[in-house]
């Protein structure tokens, strides 16, 4: 970024310089015009540099950020697991005592039609 910035300061600076240069006859007006450029363009790379800083806290922040939901997710994920297990155990145990009532109630009707 650095790097880019540079060289957009440098094309800048050398194409303003040679615009000033032809454009007046007084020396100390061209010096004192590319002095105040210089340091516009200066300002600005600062102003760029300090985006560029924002940026990147932005994205470690977002990468953080990532980091604790993905972590959350594979928490729920484990959590719904072990929910769907502990229903399956259950409808489990619910099948084996319907089925114990059924062969409980199935003997008792046997036992009622023998008397007959």
């Known amino acids: 970024m650095k790097i880019l910035t540079l060289l957009i300061i440098s094309f800048l600076s050398i194409f303003s310089i040679n615009n000033f240069i032809y454009a007046t006859d007084d020396l100390e ?9 210089s340091d516009d363009i200066w300002k600005m790379a600062d102003r760029i540099g300090e985006m560029a800083d924002r940026i990147l806290e932005m994205a470690d922040k977002i990468l953080k950020t990532q980091e604790i939901q993905s972590k959350n997710l594979e928490m729920t994920q484990e959590n719904i697991l072990k929910t ?15 089925k114990a009532l059924i062969d409980s109630n199935n003997k008792v009707a046997d036992c009622m039609c023998k008397g007959k």
């Not at 007006?29 to 450029?37: A, C, K, Y």
């Not at 769907?84 to 319907?98: A, H, R, V």
Request: net charge neutral; aromatic share 0%.
């Open 84 to 98: 769907l297990n502990l229903m399956e155990k259950s409808i489990d145990s619910n099948n084996n005592m319907l």
């Open 29 to 37: 007006t061209t010096q004192s015009t590319i002095l105040r450029l």
